[in-house]
């Protein structure tokens, strides 16, 4: 063999392993890239949980309290039903003042007393204190002052009533408030909660289809540069033997 045939068959041969060296290199960048993504596709994945087990973790307490609220307003509701617990209806009646009560009002006797010496000290001043107009002034006096007397009672006994049904009242709203704005914060939170896990799960699946995509993308380069390796040797080495055997031909000719 000539020297022109060993150089173009060595040119081939060293044209066709560059080529899968080459290729080779290609394809072995393209898998380490599709390596390096998928580590960071389960570091960001590991980070999303460890953020969404952190934000279930912040919300428990309230989400807890929440329905210890709600419980316990079912519980004291039920029993209202049957006239027990803190919520039971009012049962207590208004009993208006008898006129023996009335009387045993403090200073009642005295002013009576004092308004009914006025009239009979003016009756005698007068000249009038043995007739009978006296007599009937004294009787209406009492009368009148009786009658204002049992009414500033029987209004002041209504007032307290009042205030007792009202501060009942109070008590109870007050109770309610507090319990169902605890169960309130147990209800946003629980929201908040079932919203972050919507976005959570959103981002594990962008996270998962976008790595997945990457990964696939890396893996079908790879195979490619690993294919267009081959192809080229191929090709290479196909030239080199077509120009070997021109050569030989040409050389069979005595033209070579």
Do not use: D
């Not at 599709?34 to 912040?58: I, R, S, V």
């Not at 605890?182 to 998962?208: D, M, V």
Request: proline share 2%.
């Amino acid at each position: 063999m000539s020297f022109v045939a060993v150089a173009i068959g060595g040119g081939a041969l060293i044209g066709g392993i560059t080529s899968l060296v080459a290729s080779g290199r290609q394809a072995s960048a393209a898998k380490s890239a599709a390596q390096l993504q998928f580590e960071e596709q389960q570091q960001a994945l590991q980070f999303q949980e460890q953020m969404w087990n952190t934000q279930q973790g912040n919300m428990a307490p309230w989400i807890k309290a929440g329905q210890g609220a709600v419980g316990q307003l079912g519980t004291w509701l039920g029993q209202a039903g049957q006239g027990q617990g803190p919520f039971a209806p009012w049962t207590q009646q208004f009993q208006a003042p008898t006129l023996a009560q009335a009387e045993q009002e403090p200073g009642y006797q005295f002013a009576l007393g004092q308004g009914s010496k006025a009239l009979t000290n003016s009756a005698a001043a007068s000249g009038n204190l043995l007739t009978g107009n006296t007599g009937e002034a004294l009787q209406q006096y009492g009368q009148q002052f009786g009658e204002q007397n049992y009414q500033n009672v029987y209004n002041r006994a209504m007032q307290q009533y009042q205030l007792g049904y009202n501060q009942y009242e109070q008590n109870q709203s007050n109770l309610f408030n507090r319990y169902a704005s605890l169960a309130g914060l147990g209800q946003s939170s629980a929201a908040t909660l079932g919203n972050q896990g919507q976005a959570a799960a959103g981002n594990f699946g962008n996270i998962a289809l976008t790595g997945a995509g990457q990964q696939a993308s890396q893996i079908n380069n790879a195979a490619y540069q690993q294919a267009s390796g081959y192809n080229t040797a191929a090709g290479i080495l196909a030239g080199g033997s077509n120009n070997l055997a021109q050569y030989a031909m040409l050389n069979g000719l005595g033209l070579g």
